[in-house]
């Protein structure tokens, strides 16, 4: 009987394929590289326990009662220093905790999307943002991506469709572990601003890098081509979330954006959630002040480092040769090419029966992309990865060799 009843949009809205694999993943002999889990033993626990406390404490009635929808303002302060760099100094009022970035990306098709509406996505990429703006009725032109992420040369063009927005992760993007080289994120702020077009960066992993230098945020490049240098009121909005360098359970993230952006956003939350959980707002912020990202990032950063080598040493030593793969610089995820006409949903197949989870490519693309599959190495130990990486290397052969 429902079915008649539900509305025109929910027709795009489907199960992630992630979330769908998790569920089996949770089968206690099963090496997952599925999930974008961080490492549990990462997690801050005795410190948490200390500020919840003394939250609890100091300022137990703000964390147990309402709140503003815009956030827990210190928090929008120590938000707004975190994102300033060199050339763009942005307001607390420039900045809205959202229940997790995943809440941004649906806030901002909430504003920006009509049916019909096309956002320019690279290929491949996240599938909950695909996720969120399906149900916004949006359409997606993908950009071709290598190993310095978004392929910039083909953007002119593609900018003909007149997006209402281009979805960009220059870090260490999910699922391919790339990073945007620094002359295409100039490139893309160029063109983008020259068009009017907007950017909505994505930046859950950029604090986590294992080599290399640094390289200005979007939000940055925009805030230093305004003419007029002054309150932030550039072209990109920018996510950011506490998920990967503290904990994804306490759901905090943040969009920063200009004031006018900002008020729309803070209109669509209302009626999501009113405001995200005070107390985990206020506890996080007692977390921040007082330095605890100065220990926790360089901490996980070797740890995941560690994953990551361990992960590509057995990468080499049990894929063959016509298999490619990234070499992320950060991150949590890895990205596998197999060779064409090879299927990642039947191999998940093969390695299921060996207890082993990855997952596919082709949900991360908006067409293709079956012979692809994305590995997350931040999750499982040093001898689960070399285990789990053999497993596969046994489920390819399986999957290669013809049934007789
Ligand atoms: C690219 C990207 N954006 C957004 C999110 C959502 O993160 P959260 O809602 O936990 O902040 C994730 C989570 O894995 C992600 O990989």
Request: aromatic share 8%; with cysteine.
């Amino acid at each position: 009987m429902w079915q008649e009843h539900y509305a025109q949009r929910t027709q795009r809205m489907t199960n992630s394929a992630v979330r769908e694999l998790l569920k089996f993943t949770e089968q206690p002999d099963c090496i997952s590289f599925a999930g974008g889990l961080p490492a549990p033993e990462a997690f801050p626990i005795e410190s948490v326990a200390q500020a919840t406390q003394k939250v609890l404490c100091d300022k137990g009635i703000a964390a147990l009662q309402y709140g503003p929808t815009e956030g827990y303002y210190p928090l929008r302060e120590w938000i707004a220093s975190y994102v300033s760099e060199s050339g763009s100094t942005i307001t607390p009022e420039n900045v809205l905790i959202t229940t997790g970035s995943q809440q941004g990306l649906d806030l901002t098709g909430k504003i920006f999307l009509n049916p019909g509406d096309t956002v320019l996505v690279e290929s491949p990429t996240y599938l909950a943002a695909l996720q969120a703006w399906m149900a916004y009725e949006a359409d997606f032109i993908d950009i071709p991506t290598d190993c310095d992420g978004m392929q910039t040369q083909y953007l002119s063009t593609l900018l003909e469709a007149n997006p209402k927005f281009i979805y960009c992760q220059p870090n260490f993007q999910n699922p391919q572990g790339v990073t945007l080289s620094l002359s295409r994120r100039e490139e893309l702020i160029e063109l983008s601003i020259r068009k009017s077009i907007p950017l909505v960066e994505d930046d859950p992993y950029g604090a986590l890098r294992f080599e290399g230098e640094h390289l200005p945020r979007l939000l940055t490049l925009s805030h230093r081509a305004q003419s007029s240098y002054g309150q932030y009121a550039g072209n990109s909005i920018s996510l950011g979330t506490f998920s990967k360098l503290l904990m994804p359970g306490f759901r905090l993230g943040w969009i920063v954006a200009p004031m006018e952006v900002i008020n729309r956003l803070v209109q669509a939350k209302q009626s999501v959630d009113l405001h995200t959980p005070m107390l985990n707002q206020i506890v996080v912020h007692e977390l921040v002040s007082n330095g605890i990202l100065e220990w926790q990032i360089p901490r996980i950063t070797q740890l995941y480092r560690e994953r990551r080598d361990t992960m590509l040493m057995s990468l080499a030593e049990h894929f063959s040769p016509d298999i490619r793969w990234t070499e992320p610089h950060g991150g949590l995820f890895i990205w596998v090419t197999l060779p064409i006409g090879m299927d990642a949903s039947l191999l998940l197949q093969n390695a299921v029966r060996e207890h082993v989870a990855f997952v596919p490519g082709a949900p991360f693309h908006i067409m293709g992309g079956e012979n692809t599959l994305r590995l997350n190495f931040s999750n499982a130990s040093i001898p689960m990865i070399r285990d789990g990486i053999a497993r596969l290397g046994q489920a390819i052969s399986h999957l290669s060799q013809p049934v007789s």
